[in-house]
């Protein structure tokens, strides 16, 4: 699996992105996707997540009825559209990636150790 984030990029509040994740590796090999994101001087924390297999997806409380993970299997690509954006959403977002479902560590989706692979990040910045 390897993870290549795309759409990041300056937007006024109010405003709207959407983000790629895209997987150029083997198709099959990752089936838990999540979005984290890290500002200057915080701690990386988890926007959203989902299974490519189906189930509600899991959504920081920040960003619910804000932000919506979805997924173009086709495309091998997870996505993040974000709307209403704020200046407190600015950071470098990450795609992060799993084989296994958190649940069948016992973990949680918002955990980064429920994860495996993790792509390079894609800059947001909302002024």
């Known amino acids: 699996v390897q993870l290549v984030e795309s759409g990041g990029g300056s937007v006024q509040a109010g405003g709207s992105l959407t983000l790629s994740c895209l997987n150029s590796g083997v198709r099959d090999a990752w089936n838990s996707v999540g979005w984290f994101r890290q500002a200057p001087g915080k701690e990386r924390e988890a926007v959203a997540g989902m299974s490519l297999g189906g189930g509600s997806p899991y959504y920081n409380d920040s960003v619910k009825d804000r932000f919506t993970i979805s997924q173009d299997s086709a495309k091998n690509t997870v996505y993040l559209k974000m709307d209403r954006l704020n200046p407190e959403d600015s950071a470098m977002y990450y795609c992060?990636?799993?084989?296994?479902?958190?649940?069948?560590?016992?973990?949680?989706?918002?955990?980064?150790?429920?994860?495996?692979?993790w792509g390079q990040g894609t800059q947001v910045t909302v002024s």
């Open positions: 992060a990636a799993a084989f296994l479902l958190p649940t069948y560590y016992g973990r949680s989706w918002n955990m980064e150790s429920s994860y495996i692979y």
